[in-house]
């Protein structure tokens, strides 16, 4: 899909997440929507990659954290969180925009949401 159509299908992807968060719905859904007009028909890029990305900035920003009193590694740390919750949305609507989600990478998915948020506690 190319232009407005491949627009209007992301959109409907969106609108299937079931997530009311605030932080999703403003900023992390639109921008990974906005990610996938340009990449979406990348063969390269598949959910799981996604996935394996945003836990490897997760345990980023946790691993940054651990550093104490440093201003370079706390803006850091909000950057790598920032871009894992895009990540977190991209996997999830680029499954939906191919039609080739499964039952395992929902679970992988939730799975890693829960590791990565113990890593940051």
Known sequence: LH???RWRRLGDGV???NDPAFWGQIV????ARLTLQALA????LTPNRITAVSVACCFGAAI????PDSTALTILTLAL???RS???SLDGQLARYRACGSHFGSYV???????????LY
């Open 3 to 5: 232009g407005a159509r």
């Open 15 to 17: 609108s299937a997440a």
């Open 28 to 31: 992390a859904r639109p921008l």
């Open 41 to 44: 028909e990348q063969p390269w």
């Open 64 to 67: 940054a954290m651990l550093v």
């Open 81 to 83: 969180l920032g871009i």
């Open 86 to 88: 895009v990540l977190d």
């Open 109 to 119: 998915d939730k799975v890693t949401d829960v590791f990565c948020w113990g890593a």
